[in-house]
């Protein structure tokens, strides 16, 4: 593995089914991060973690979570999917959270999610 | 409230030059970036700035005014495989980037 790997590639999930989203970074940053990125709006913040063990809520958090067990996984779960769900979901990491200055987000190639 | 402005839109020609401008309001600022996103890929990283003045690197300069709330991406001598979005994000006091929704950029042969 070279940089972030994120699975699935792209996803269609019936309403109500509950969905993980795997993001997986070999570059040992120690913060990661979950966007999503719909048409016509700028990323947008899910969650966020600035070292394993760690966990906070972005700008849009309601109807997601997320964990990190370790410094390399950061999953992303939609406990039941709703329609409005729908986007691209980009997984960034970058190698500190930015306390002392701030460092470069290399992201993830996306998971396109449909929630029919 | 915090907020960043890009066009939505622009077009250019081969070998020419254009300015992407942006402007933005954070609480707090430490840094503004630019990436480039093609169709169906992920943002990468073009450049950073966090003092002002003009960042040169290759094709590609980025301006910062601190002061003024604004910054401009320059690419100089266009390629047709400069055909992308061009996203602005601003970092604010908690170190969290803030986005614009991007300009896309057409070239024109």
């Known amino acids: 593995i070279a940089g972030i790997t994120q699975a699935p590639t792209s996803q269609i999930l019936a309403a109500g089914r509950r969905m993980t989203l795997r993001c997986t970074q070999d570059?040992?940053?120690?913060?990661m991060y979950w966007y999503r990125q719909d048409l016509g709006l700028g990323l947008r913040l899910i969650h966020y973690s600035n070292t394993a063990g760690t966990t906070g809520k972005g700008e849009v958090p309601d109807g997601y979570s997320v964990s990190r067990a370790n410094t390399d996984d950061f999953p992303l779960t939609l406990a039941s999917a709703v329609p409005s769900q729908t986007s691209v979901y980009f997984c960034?990491?970058?190698?500190?959270?930015?306390?002392?200055?701030?460092?470069?987000?290399?992201f993830g190639p996306g998971t396109r999610l449909t929630v029919l | 409230g915090q907020n960043i402005d890009q066009p939505t839109e622009m077009t250019a020609t081969e070998g020419a030059i254009v300015q992407i401008n942006c402007t933005y309001q954070t609480s707090g600022f430490n840094g503004l970036f630019w990436y480039q996103q093609h169709a169906g890929e992920a943002p990468t990283f073009l450049s950073y700035?966090?003092l002002d003045g003009l960042e040169e690197k290759g094709r590609f300069s980025s301006f910062l005014s601190r002061s003024k709330g604004y910054s401009y991406l320059l690419l100089k001598e266009l390629q047709m495989k400069d055909s992308a979005s061009y996203l602005c994000a601003a970092m604010d006091s908690n170190y969290q980037l803030i986005w614009g929704a991007g300009t896309k950029l057409i070239i024109k042969p």
């Open positions: 700035n966090v």
């Open positions: 960034a990491s970058s190698l500190s959270s930015g306390t002392g200055g701030a460092d470069t987000q290399y």
């Open positions: 570059m040992r940053h120690n913060a």
